[in-house]
């Protein structure tokens, strides 16, 4: 395109200069064709040449350097368990029992083998539901010392406190301090609240069976006070 526009620029300039007056032989054109050609190639070369330094230097990018290959992670052949539905939580017991004191029978009191006593807690039923008659208080660990689970007679109300007693007889087969657990439970045995107990010394002579605090029962049952004082 751009040898065209100089072969026109250049008849041009030929054109104009033979117009401009003379004679007939001086219309004449003298330009050897090769000589025109030879200009024509050359100015074209010029032109490419300046076209070219006009050119922004095009700079390449670097060549980049191929990051290392990671392998596949491997897949896992373990298998899992389908995932069950949530278990709901039993809801908690409105049942409890706290223990308030030692109404007979401090904790370590001296005996002697075989000797019958009767021991007395004060509870207080400071759950949310009221004691059904027919809960137990049964003994849980240590040495039962011939006490038997005691059976509520009647109701015991929410935040109302109660006596509780067991009649036993220190062992004759063993000395030192024994220990006697016992706790509430529904007439169905759930156990619930605190776990009640009684320590005694029990000495090396024996002696007739006598009762520390309160009178035993001829048939060793457990008794309890049947009074529940209700607490504000």
Do not use: H
């Amino acid at each position: 395109m751009l040898r065209n526009k100089l072969m026109t620029i250049l008849i041009a300039g030929i054109l104009v200069l033979t117009a401009c007056g003379g004679s007939d032989a001086d219309l004449t054109p003298t330009v050897d064709p090769n000589a025109l050609s030879t200009q024509v190639v050359e100015t074209f070369s010029v032109g490419l040449t300046q076209t070219a330094a006009a050119q922004p230097t095009i700079q390449l990018f670097p060549t980049l350097t191929p990051s290392a290959t990671f392998a596949p992670f491997a897949t896992s052949a373990a298998t899992f368990p389908p995932i069950s539905q949530a278990t709901i939580a039993p809801t908690k017991s409105c049942y409890s029992m706290a223990f308030v004191s030692d109404v007979t029978i401090p904790d370590n009191t001296p005996m002697t083998p075989g000797q019958t006593f009767t021991k007395t807690w004060k509870v207080v039923n400071n759950g949310s539901c009221a004691w059904d008659a027919g809960f137990k208080f049964a003994f849980t660990g240590g040495d039962a010392m011939s006490g038997v689970t005691y059976t509520l007679p009647s109701a015991v109300a929410v935040n109302a406190t109660t006596d509780i007693s067991v009649a036993m007889t220190a062992p004759t087969t063993k000395t030192g301090a024994i220990r006697s657990n016992w706790r509430m439970s529904t007439a169905g045995g759930q156990f619930f609240g605190d776990e009640v107990y009684v320590v005694v010394t029990v000495g090396g002579t024996a002696a007739t069976a006598t009762a520390t605090t309160g009178a035993p029962t001829s048939t060793a049952t457990a008794t309890a006070t049947a009074t529940a004082t209700a607490t504000p």
